[in-house]
């Protein structure tokens, strides 16, 4: 167990509707990292929020979205869903000290299925 | 732009042998960081081994190490003594200097016992 929380485990819905996804980090951590992983296929970074503030963007898509709340949960909302959307979504924190992000620990992920 | 290659999607090894897993990458920072990662049929991420572009030493992790050579920009993951537990996803990623990460596309190792 890392640590980080996800919810909810799966989701399904239907093309053109709107979800969240849901974060919890690590006790003590500030970082949040929000990642895709579609079907056999390595990660796509999507975003990074430290301490509330977005802090690096990755290939995320207009219609999704990111905030962190400032008891530091975090919350990916994916809107007008295509198909294609279909993935594991990851949640991963750090401590972040620095520049850099040390090391990242991930929760076990939301799997959204589009129909 | 950054871009992390793993050109073996699949590899299989015997239990207690060794193998290399390979990742290439192309940047133009001086300053990263790279890691593997591996994820089990369960598809928890989990980290094997971190390194620090500007450290020469390769690092290690018990059964795992790493062959690191900036200038061929090359980062491969030697797993020593495998073991079943070993069979897994592994993924090669790079964490550039504005906090971006990329990942490989992945290699799937198959310990046999």
């Known amino acids: 167990d890392s640590g980080v929380t996800q919810t909810p485990k799966h989701l399904i819905t239907a093309t053109g509707q709107r979800v969240t996804l849901r974060c919890s980090p690590r006790?003590?951590?500030?970082?949040v990292y929000w990642y895709q992983q579609s079907l056999d296929q390595g990660l796509q970074f999507l975003i990074h929020?430290?301490?509330?503030?977005?802090?690096a963007k990755g290939n995320i898509l207009e219609r999704f979205s990111a905030q962190q709340f400032p008891d530091l949960h975090s919350e990916l909302n994916l809107s007008s869903l295509e198909l294609g959307d279909s993935a594991l979504y990851f949640c991963?924190?750090?401590?972040?000290?620095?520049?850099?992000?040390?090391?990242?620990?991930f929760g076990p992920g939301t799997r959204l299925t589009v129909l | 732009a950054q871009t992390v290659t793993q050109s073996q999607p699949e590899m299989s090894v015997q239990e207690a042998e060794t193998v290399t897993l390979s990742c290439t990458y192309d940047?133009?920072?001086?300053?990263?960081?790279l890691f593997w990662y591996k994820q089990p049929p369960s598809r928890q991420m989990i980290l094997v081994i971190r390194?620090?572009?500007?450290?020469?030493q390769n690092a290690t992790e018990n059964r795992f190490s790493v062959n690191f050579q900036k200038a061929a920009k090359s980062f491969s993951l030697k797993i020593s003594d495998s073991q079943l537990g070993d069979t897994a996803m592994y993924f090669c990623?790079?964490?550039?200097?504005?906090?971006?990460?990329?990942f490989g596309s992945g290699t799937k190792l198959n310990v046999k016992p």
């Open positions: 991963a924190s750090s401590v972040h000290s620095g520049e850099w992000s040390n090391e990242q620990f």
């Open positions: 390194q620090e572009a500007y450290k020469q």
């Open positions: 990623a790079f964490e550039s200097n504005f906090n971006k990460f990329y």
């Open positions: 929020y430290y301490n509330g503030e977005e802090r």
């Open positions: 006790s003590g951590d500030l970082s």
């Open positions: 940047t133009s920072e001086n300053n990263y960081y």
